[in-house]
């Protein structure tokens, strides 16, 4: 399979708990996104990442949400002391400069 | 707020109708994209516009942009029930040298067989 990839497609944790999210975009692309969508609302843009380079990180998103892209390759997104609010699905999509983004199956995390 | 605004939030058709859905935006863009998300899956890419086009065809989908009214149309012909969905509309837009990426709402699509 030669799409987007996700790893886990779901996570269930406890509140204060720190999470970790992989994505292996489309090897060729050297744009990679992060987004967070909950129920019955539009994807959320997170950062976005020019190979290893992060270039853009949403206001919206606190410090305790970390992303990186060491080698311009794959991606981790991090949480550190997960609140219930930060339930929700967690997407990932790639490109090859600002064209068509791919997205992946998504992430789904569940604070209890 | 999110800058992509889609029209209407919910339709529901007949089979075989054609479905027309409206997304408006409020700055400046490079491009934008339309996309289908089915319940609980990801999103399939479906059509990108850049500023300078027009109108761009794939299949049974028509999208449309007028850039001096800051918004585009993505047409169906000939639904099917396979074509019930999610669709959301997003802009890119350079912004203080990075690119920003905004979703819109969504219109919830319900084609009845």
């Known amino acids: 399979d030669t799409g987007v990839s996700q790893d886990p497609r779901h996570k269930i944790t406890k509140r204060g708990q720190n999470v970790t999210f992989r994505c292996d975009p489309i090897?060729?692309?050297?744009?990679l996104y992060w987004y967070r969508q909950t129920l019955g609302q539009g994807p959320e843009f997170l950062t976005y990442f020019q190979n290893e380079a992060q270039l853009e990180k949403s206001r919206l998103l606190s410090d305790r949400f970390s992303a990186e892209r060491p080698k311009g390759s794959f991606s981790t997104l991090e949480i550190q002391r997960t609140e219930q609010g930060d339930s929700a699905m967690y997407l990932c999509?790639?490109?090859?400069?600002?064209?068509?983004?791919?997205f992946g199956p998504g992430t789904r995390l569940t604070v209890l | 707020s999110q800058q992509g605004e889609e029209d209407p939030q919910a339709l529901s058709i007949q089979e075989g109708e054609n479905a027309t859905m409206n997304c408006s935006y409020k700055?400046?863009?490079?491009?934008l994209q339309w996309y289908r998300q089915n319940s609980g899956r990801g999103l399939v890419h479906l059509i990108l516009i850049r500023s300078n086009e027009r109108e761009k065809h794939s299949g049974r989908l028509r999208v449309t942009l007028d850039t001096s009214k800051k918004s585009s149309s993505l047409l169906i012909t000939a639904s099917r029930a396979a074509d019930t969905a999610s669709y959301f509309c997003a802009t890119s837009h350079l912004d203080s040298g990075t690119y920003k990426y905004i979703f819109g709402t969504g219109t919830r699509l319900k084609v009845l067989a």
């Open positions: 700055t400046s863009i490079n491009n």
């Open positions: 090897s060729e692309h050297n744009r």
């Open positions: 999509a790639s490109s090859f400069g600002d064209n068509e983004q791919f």
